[in-house]
Each structure stands twice: as C-alpha cells, then as structure tokens.
C-alpha cells in the first residue's frame, strides 16, 4: 500500500508558474513510476506526465508539452510538477498516482493516488 499526498496548489494569474509536490508513505518509493493527472468536473481524467522509477525515463501529454516538468527526488520520496506559463485550461484538480508497472498514459494503469489538489488559472 502506497499514500500519496499532493501540495502546492492555489490559484494563479495567466503565465505564471506552480510546482506540485507529491509525497510518498513508502520507503520503496524507488521502485514506483509516477504519474499526474488532471481532472476537471465532467471531463475525463487526463494524462499530464509520467516518471519512471529510477528517473531516466520521462513522458508527457501533448497539451503540457514544453511547459510542464516533472522530476522525483527518491530520498525524500516526492515527485514533483513544474508548471510554466500557464493557461486558464491548465484549470483542473490535479492527482499523483504510481504503479510498478512501468511508464503509463493511462490511469488504469496506476495503483495508487492522491486525494488531488486544486490548481487554478485565472485573471
């Protein structure tokens, strides 16, 4: 059983930035990949990025692409999400998850998550 946490939420303007932070409960934090996802009300829960185990490994949805960053610090058990340049349809509730089945665009894929955290973009 893995908990995750999530923190860093909050509300911010157009083009600004936000890092996520999601902790971990186990020890064996290393041998998870971690994923984010983002929800909003109504919508399907949407791919954002993925991390593998060790770190060397990264992927990540087409509309974060290149503003978006995701990096794990594995003793401290935390993944982390850098958000650049923000647009308000970054607006959405935001979830860590983690599986030890490798890298996963799909949150079927994923054994555990986070309760989420809010982030929105707004002027």
């Known amino acids: 059983q893995v908990q995750l946490v999530e923190y860093g939420g909050g509300v911010v303007q157009p083009g600004d930035s936000l890092k996520l932070s999601c902790v971990a409960s186990r020890s064996t934090f290393s041998r998870y990949s971690l994923g984010w996802f983002r929800q909003v009300t109504g919508k399907e829960r949407e791919f954002v990025a993925a991390i593998a185990n060790e770190g060397g490994f990264t992927d990540y949805g087409n509309s974060v692409k290149g503003r978006f960053t995701i990096s794990r610090h594995n003793g401290e058990n935390t993944v982390f999400l850098q958000m650049d340049s923000l647009k308000p349809e970054d607006t959405a509730v935001y979830y860590c998850?983690?599986?030890?089945?490798?890298?996963?665009?799909?949150?079927?894929?994923?054994?555990?998550w986070g309760q989420g955290t809010q982030v929105t973009v707004s002027s």
């Open positions: 998850a983690a599986t030890q089945t490798g890298l996963r665009r799909r949150p079927g894929g994923y054994d555990y």
